[in-house]
């Protein structure tokens, strides 16, 4: 079973930045393609950011690309998630999920790829 935390959310006014991290229990997270997906109010969730084991495929939605960069540092089992040019429509709950398998670079942003999640950290951008 593989556990996840996060942490570094916060509030924050536009054009600010935040930090979210994400450690994993166990050694699941070397080998398993991780993300971050977010949920504001009353919205589905989405895809934000997600990175693969292999090769350290990429991948952002366009909404936040050029302005968010998730990383990953296999000695901590832990993945970031660097949020720079804070937008009020970034507001939501912010959530770090891993796949237990290498997820195809075309689908990286979909969370039915993805088995485990954590429990969400805040993320509230003020204008």
């Known amino acids: 079973q593989v556990q996840l935390l996060e942490s570094g959310g916060g509030s924050v006014q536009a054009g600010g930045s935040l930090r979210l991290s994400c450690t994993a229990s166990?050694?699941?997270?070397?080998?398993?393609?991780m993300g971050w997906f977010r949920q504001a109010p009353g919205k589905e969730r989405e895809g934000v950011a997600s990175?693969?084991?292999?090769?350290?495929?990429?991948a952002y939605s366009d909404s936040v690309k050029g302005r968010f960069t998730i990383s990953r540092d296999n000695d901590k089992n832990t993945i970031y998630l660097q949020m720079n040019s804070l937008k009020p429509e970034d507001t939501g709950m912010y959530y770090c999920?891993?796949?237990?398998?290498?997820?195809?670079?075309?689908?990286?942003?979909?969370?039915?790829?993805?088995?485990?999640w954590g429990q969400g950290t805040q993320v509230t951008v003020s204008s």
């Open positions: 166990g050694d699941a997270l070397r080998r398993d393609s």
């Open positions: 999920a891993s796949s237990s398998l290498y997820v195809p670079d075309n689908v990286m942003l979909r969370d039915e790829y993805y088995a485990y």
């Open positions: 990175i693969n084991p292999i090769a350290r495929a990429t």
